[in-house]
Structure formats: structure tokens, C-alpha cells
């Protein structure tokens, strides 16, 4: 928003000292002159009476150039109700065509011009500021709406597929019905939930390196992550994602890495480890990737490490935002340009070359002021230089409106300070060209300023049509970006709430199939749970989810015992804003001994720190056949709230650590944003493969 408006106060600027040149040839007049166009400048932000009749008087008393009469056009246009506005202007314009008594047809023709373009950009460029406000401060109010639809959206697809699964079980525990088919409908429900989760992570890079440093690190080992890219991806992400993991299983599956680099720019990653084995996936993905018309490759490097490598197209950069702002934005600098170039067309009484050079300039000058610098911009410039140099051996001085674009140009193009250069020596240029012509000192010390004004007026108007672009861009990646988070939000709720109370379920239907007599206890149990489980859906789907650590922590203890697992439990009174956090990684503690161990004793100590420590034996020597990202995802939770985590095993036992830090834990220690994505699914020590939802 300031750039904005400061591109205003520069291009009002430059026209009051352009049309104010006339008026200062003379001392001490030019001196009074000067005062009356600051007053000028300084009034007419309050008083469009006071800025008419300064106007007049520096035209019509102190023989400044009648254009400036524009700026109040310009006011009238922004400030008077549109039944006078127009019609004010257009009197005004006329007005300043009086102010040339005498001139030929073309002269006063060519001072409407001149002031009609001046009131149509301090309109347009007004206007153009008011949008980048009115963009700017819209972003956030896009992003909460589309985060609004994409819970509205997960809600429905949450309801659809896991709810109706949730609800059916309740009904055959409600009924009774035998724990052998209640089971497989659990099992069914997991598989979904797990599809779900995998759907809504599919397209955050993130999330896979999160959770693949996270594995990694609680596999022994050691990993550097390098991340250069910028989420979100989209679909590229997504497919880099599933070259990462495959490269991380496959490390993992034979257990021989030591140390492993994980590399990530824009649209590629590499993952490079010394487990010296060729993943048996690296034909099907090859293949995947160069379909998208990327680069696959796994070989050695020169050190004898392994080194798995996909690159994807970085595409066609995308095209700006083209909203109303961007509409104005272009439309004021064609219409600034037309003028511009109105006037030499005038002065050569239309003459089909001049008509054509001139349509080259003005073509070339919009195609410099696009978003993105454009393509061969270099030979642009270069034709630019020669379409306005070339024609002043035919066309002489009259030719000297030109170079002022060819200097805009070089400011939108050039880094600074070649940008600055370049306009210098271009109005060094207008001067030489000048004095060659036999133009008078007074009307050669005109051409020399009007270049510099003219090219920062152009670069204003072409920068400002960029903002507005970027603004509107930004906008629409800030919702994108929004919707992401929340997917991964959801992702993550399934995994870390819903995934365990899954597991329990599991865990106590296999336990009323086993043991009969005591199966209307266990179901019982299924049904708070299920209760829960629908609890922890609404917290997925985006409703606010606090958790009591206390019962979190007898409900582990329970489902621990249940399934004939020794605990000892030390609990201390952990502050409020810390218990859904630490509630949520014990369950995660509590899933994956569950899940990935043989555990037959387990130890839980929960400190007022807060602190939470998980120890468990029973650890299996085979690592998983497939990465997870439920470590990852603690990772994330817990390095967000300013805490510190760790997971690893160590003689046949795994310990998981988390500590926090109670001053970052504001109020939110639940934690809204986004975290990696998650793999659910399987029993005791087997990790299920994630599979895409169909």
C-alpha cells in the first residue's frame, strides 16, 4: 500500500515539474511560481477550489504549461459525483485549450491531449492505489473463506466414508452382534480413515520430509535435510513426495544406512544415504516421472554413495492475477502511452510510419511492464533502443518525445544501479541529440527534464500495474496455501486423534472374540470409545478439540493392560494450555507400541514441566518395510509449540521424549496448523503400506 501510493506522489510530481518548466525561466517569478505549485501540491489533497484557483494562476499569471490544469480534472474525477465530475473535466480540458491563444490546430489539439492524459492518470493511478488497499486487505478474508469451504468439503467426504463406517459399528455393538464381523468392519473403517489421510497429504512435500527425518532419525540414522522448495507444489508435490518416501523405504527395509542427505529445491529432490541398494521401485517411478516429462535417475555417486534424483518441469511461470485492479492498472498505462504518442503523430500529420514506429514503441513498452520479466527481453530492449534512436535521422527533434519510454523501459527491465544508468545516459542522450539539432537553451533544458519525468511516469504506471498483479497473485496462493494447511490439519487429526481410539477398538472387538465370557465388558469399552472416535471426527472436519490429559493418560494405562502390556505410569499436574499437546503425543506413544513392538512392559512418566517420556521394550530388529509419518508428526506438533522432541531405539527398547517450553505455549497449545501427513492401518508389529484412495 505505500508503494502504491508513493508511485501517486511521484508521477503528481513529475507532471507539476513538467508543466511548471515554462514558468521558471525568469527571476524572481520563477521563484513565486515554485511557492504557488507547492501550495498547489500541498491543498489539493483538501480543497479542489483552492487547487483550481492555484492552477489557474501559475497557467494564466506565471505562463505554466497549460496541461497542468489536469491535476484538477483529475480531482474533479476522483472527488465530485459523476453528474459533475465528467462534465467539469471536460470543461476544464477545454479551458486549458484557450490557454494557447493563437496556436495552430495541432498545438491546441496536442495541449487537450496532454491535459485530458493528466486527469485520466491521476484518476487512474488514485484509483489503481485504492485497490492494492482494498487487495491487499482482502487476502486474509479469502484465505478464511476458502479454509470455510475445505472444512465444509472434508466434513462431507469425513461423514461419507469414516462416519457411516463409525456409525455402523455403533449400531452392531448397540445390537450385539458378533465381534468376529464388528472386527472386519474396524478394520474396513481403518483402511479408510488411512485412505483419507493419504489423500488429503498427497500434495505437501513437507509433510514427507518431516516425517521421513523423523524415521530416519529414529531408525539411527544420521540425516540432513535441506528443504529450497516452496509449498504448495500441487501435483509435482505430490509425485516427488512418492519418490522421497519410496527412496526412504528402501533404505530403510535393509537397514545398512548410516547417514542419509535429503535435498530439495524447487521442483526436484534428492535423496542420497549409503545403504548402497537401487530401490525395486525405481523402474515404476522412472517411469511416472518422465511421463510428466521430468528426469529420473538412481546411481552411485563418486564416493560410493547411493543417489535417487527426480526433477520435474518448472513450467511456464504463472500469468498474474486479472481482476479489476490489474484491468484498471493496464488500462491507464495504454491509455498513458496513446497520449504519448498522440502527439508526435500529430506534429507529422499522421503519417503511416510514424503511426507504425510509434505503435512499435508503445507495444514494446507494455510487453516490458508485464508481471515476470519477459522472454529475450534483452532483443526487446535492443529494438526498443533502435526503433527510438534510428528515426531521429529523418524526423529530427520532433522525434524527442521517444526516449522517455526508452528509459521506463530500462528502470522496469535493468537491475539497479545499471537501471539508473541506463536513464542517465539515455537523457544524456536527449541533450546531445538536442544541441546537434540547434534546439534553444530553454527548449533543450525542457527535452533534457521532460525525459527523465516522462520515464519515471511510465515506470510508475508500469510498476504499479505490477504491484496490483503481484497483490492479486499473492492473494490467490495465500488461499491455495490456506487450504493446504487445512488439509494437513485434517490429515493430522485423523492420524493422531481418530487413529487411536481405531486402534483401541480394534484392540478390545479382538478381545471379545477371544475371551466370550467377557465380551459384553470389552463392548462396552468399544462403545465409549466409539463416542470418542466421533469426537475426534468433528476435530478433523475442523471443530475445537481440547483434550484432558488426565484421561488420556488412564485411558493409555487401560488399553496398554488390555492388551498384556505392564505399566508404570508417573503423573504430575501439567498447565492448562499444555495438555491437549502432551495428550496427543502419548496417544501417538501409546498407538505405536500398539502397533510396532512386542511390548511387554512400558514405562510413562508425564512431568509438570510439562514433559512426557514413553519407554517400551519389545522392540523388533526388522525395521519396517514401510515409512511412516507418525513421527513426523510429533515432531511438527511439538517443534511448533517451541518444544523439543526425540524418538529412537536403543538395546531392544524405544523411548519417545517431548518436552515444551510453558512460555510458547500460549493459548493454543492444541496447535491449528498443519502438520505432516500420516499412515495408519495394521496390527501389533506391522506397519500397513499406504495405498491412494480410488
Known amino acids: 500500500m505505500r508503494t502504491a501510493k508513493a508511485v501517486v506522489a511521484l508521477t503528481v510530481l513529475a507532471f507539476s515539474v513538467s508543466y511548471l518548466l515554462p514558468a521558471l525561466t525568469a527571476w524572481p517569478r520563477g521563484l513565486l511560481a515554485a511557492m504557488a505549485m507547492t501550495l498547489m501540491l500541498v491543498v489539493r489533497r483538501w480543497t479542489i477550489l483552492g487547487e483550481a484557483g492555484l492552477a489557474l494562476l501559475l497557467v494564466f499569471g506565471f505562463g505554466a504549461a497549460p496541461g497542468l490544469l489536469g491535476l484538477v480534472a483529475g480531482s474533479l474525477l476522483l472527488r465530485a459525483r ?28 496536442g495541449t487537450a491531449i496532454s491535459t485530458a492524459l493528466t486527469s485520466l492518470v491521476v484518476y487512474g493511478l488514485t484509483r489503481m492505489a485504492d485497490q492494492v488497499g482494498r487487495v491487499s486487505s482482502a487476502r486474509t478474508a479469502l484465505a478464511v473463506a476458502a479454509v470455510s469451504r475445505e472444512r465444509l468439503r472434508i466434513a462431507d467426504d469425513l461423514e ?20 468376529a464381523l464388528l472386527l472386519e468392519r474396524a478394520r474396513e473403517v481403518l483402511t479408510e480413515t488411512r485412505s483419507v489421510s493419504v489423500d488429503y497429504r498427497s500434495l505437501s512435500l513437507d509433510a514427507e520430509l518431516t516425517a521421513a527425518r523423523a524415521v530416519l532419525e529414529a531408525a539411527g540414522v544420521k540425516v540432513r535435510v535441506t528443504a529450497g522448495h516452496a509449498e504448495p507444489l500441487g501435483p509435482p508435490g505430490a509425485l516427488l513426495a512418492l519418490v522421497l518416501r519410496e527412496a526412504v523405504t ?13 535435498e530439495t529445491g524447487q521442483v526436484w529432490v534428492r535423496v542420497t544415504h549409503d545403504g548402497l541398494r537401487t530401490p525395486e521401485t525405481a523402474l515404476s517411478l522412472a517411469e511416472r516421472v518422465r511421463t510428466a516429462g521430468g528426469r529420473f535417475a538412481a546411481d552411485l555417486t563418486p564416493e560410493g554413495l547411493l543417489r535417487v534424483e527426480a526433477e520435474l518441469p518448472a513450467g511456464i511461470p504463472r500469468d498474474p492475477g486479472h481482476g479489476p485492479a490489474h484491468l484498471l492498472a493496464v488500462s491507464v498505462l495504454v491509455a498513458v502511452l496513446a497520449g504519448l504518442c498522440a502527439r508526435p503523430l500529430l506534429y507529422f500529420g499522421g503519417d503511416v510510419a510514424v503511426a507504425a514506429l510509434l505503435g512499435v514503441s508503445a ?44 528509459g521506463a523501459s530500462a528502470l522496469l527491465l535493468l537491475p539497479a544501479p545499471l537501471s539508473w544508468a541506463a536513464l542517465a545516459l539515455v537523457t ?5 541529440i538536442g544541441s546537434l539539432a540547434g534546439l534553444a537553451h530553454g527548449e533543450l533544458v525542457n527535452w533534457t527534464l521532460t525525459t527523465p519525468i516522462t520515464a519515471l511516469v511510465v515506470y510508475g504506471l508500469g510498476r504499479l500495474a505490477q504491484l496490483v498483479a503481484e497483490l492479486e497473485r499473492a492473494r490467490e496462493e495465500l488461499a491455495r496455501d490456506a487450504v493446504l494447511r487445512e488439509r494437513l490439519r485434517a490429515s493430522r487429526d485423523l492420524h493422531d486423534l481418530l487413529g487411536h481410539n481405531l486402534a483401541g477398538i480394534l484392540l478390545k472387538l479382538e478381545l471379545a472374540g477371544r475371551l466370550p465370557e467377557q465380551a459384553g465388558a470389552h463392548l462396552t469399552d468399544v462403545e465409549v470409545m466409539l463416542e470418542r472416535a466421533r469426537a475426534d471426527l468433528l476435530a478433523a472436519s475442523g471443530h475445537r478439540h481440547e483434550l484432558s490429559l488426565e484421561q488420556e493418560a488412564a485411558n493409555a494405562r487401560e488399553l496398554l493392560r488390555a492388551a498384556g502390556i505392564e505399566v508404570e505410569l508417573t503423573f504430575e499436574e501439567v498447565p492448562g494450555p499444555a495438555q491437549s499437546l502432551v495428550a496427543v503425543v502419548l496417544r501417538e506413544a501409546v498407538t505405536n507400541i500398539l502397533r510396532h513392538s512386542r511390548a511387554r512392559h512400558a514405562t510413562i512418566v508425564i512431568t509438570a514441566e510439562p514433559s512426557l517420556s514413553v519407554v517400551n521394550d519389545g522392540v523388533p530388529h526388522a525395521v519396517p518395510g514401510r515409512v511412516g509419518a507418525g513421527l513426523g508428526n510429533l515432531r511438527t506438533r511439538v517443534e511448533e509449540a517451541g518444544g523439543t522432541f526425540s524418538a529412537g531405539s536403543e538395546d531392544g527398547r524405544f523411548r519417545l521424549t517431548a518436552a515444551l517450553d510453558p512460555a510458547r505455549l500460549l493459548g493454543d497449545a492444541h496447535g491449528v496448523d498443519p502438520v505432516a501427513g500420516v499412515e495408519l492401518g495394521g496390527d501389533g508389529a506391522q506397519v500397513v503400506a499406504d495405498r491412494p484412495r480410488r
Open 428 to 432: 544524456g542522450s536527449v541533450t546531445v
Open 82 to 109: 459523476a453528474w459533475v465530475a465528467v462534465p467539469g473535466a471536460l470543461a476544464v480540458v477545454a479551458g486549458a485549450s484557450l490557454a494557447t491563444p493563437g496556436a495552430g490546430a495541432s498545438s491546441t489539439l
Open 160 to 179: 461419507s466414508s469414516v462416519g457411516r463406517g463409525l456409525e455402523a459399528i455403533a449400531t452392531g455393538v448397540r445390537q450385539r452382534a458378533e465381534p
Open 250 to 262: 528402501n533404505l530403510l527395509q535393509y537397514g545398512r544406512a548410516k547417514q542419509c542427505t535429503i
Open 363 to 406: 507495444l514494446l513498452q507494455v510487453h516490458h511492464s508485464r508481471l515476470v520479466r519477459p522472454p529475450a527481453w534483452g532483443l526487446t530492449l535492443a529494438l526498443q533502443a533502435v526503433v527510438t534512436y534510428a528515426p531521429f535521422l529523418w524526423y529530427g527533434r520532433a522525434w524527442l518525445a521517444l526516449p522517455g519510454l526508452l
